[in-house]
């Protein structure tokens, strides 16, 4: 039996989460889901409450057991409650009500309590590689095929026409980052036009050119040379290193 390895995947940004829902829908139609051990979306699962449209509070989807009352500029109130990966809204006298009543559990699910004005919706926020998720797999020709049939999947990043095997550590890496959160760095000397080697990440080993610097940010475009295209990458400052 292949062994299971990681693989980046390019897809639609904005869509990593219904993308991955129908890879692995597509692979159980094609009974191929036991040689898929999972898909990993570099990001946070968060609830976000709003009132009237603006952001109130995020909170892990996943973690203790929160409470949060939302109180409405007439006096009204709503208390939501997020426990063991789930999200829910306590019942309010009103015409209409919170809904749905059960609990959500999924990205994009939203309870809206429209008398009030007021929901919780659950989201990916801080996405370390927006447009990339990553696959373990044992991937062979029939697995390749089915996921790359997939709407809005782009491909695999690859070289010389064969996908690029991600380390194990890296995905823990990212994982121990998401966690942790991404701590400031030192401020590199970086121009447009320079030549840089990707250290981290799914591109780790890659090579570019910076085409855009965002100082405030930290962060860098870089032309990286992916499907025979110049595809842009956006990375942070220590995730690249000058090519001497």
């Known amino acids: 039996m292949a062994e299971s390895r990681w693989y980046t995947l390019h897809v ?32 946070n699962e968060r609830v976000v409450i709003k009132v009237a449209g603006k952001e ?21 109130k709503v208390v939501f409650h997020i426990e063991n990966g789930k999200v829910w809204a306590e019942p309010v006298e009103t015409k209409k009500g919170c809904l749905p009543q059960k609990p959500i559990d999924r990205i994009g699910q939203k309870i809206k309590c429209p008398d009030l004005k007021a929901e919780a919706k659950i989201e990916l926020r801080d996405k370390l590689y ?37 380390p194990e550590s890296e995905i823990v890496a990212m994982r121990e980052r998401l966690e942790k959160g991404v701590p400031k760095v030192t401020k590199l000397k970086f121009d447009r036009g320079d030549r840089v080697k990707i250290k981290e990440g799914p591109f780790i080993g890659f090579e570019g050119v910076i085409s855009e610097i965002d100082a405030e940010r930290e962060k860098v475009i870089v032309l990286v040379n992916i499907f ?17």
């Open 130 to 166: 927006p447009g990339y998720m990553f696959i373990k797999a044992e991937l062979d020709n029939r697995v390749r095929s089915t996921v790359r049939a997939v709407p809005r999947v782009l491909g695999f990043v690859s070289t010389g026409g064969e996908p690029v095997v991600v």
């Open 56 to 76: 109130k509070a995020v909170f892990p989807l996943k973690g203790e057991a929160v409470t949060y009352e939302v109180e409405t500029d007439d006096g009204k």
């Open 228 to 244: 025979d295209r110049q595809t842009p990458v956006e990375l942070e400052f220590d995730q690249i290193e000058k090519v001497s």
């Open 12 to 43: 639609q940004s904005g869509f990593e989460d219904r993308v991955r829902a129908n890879i692995v829908k597509a692979l159980q139609q094609e009974g191929l889901l036991d040689k898929v051990e999972e898909i990993f979306i570099p990001a």
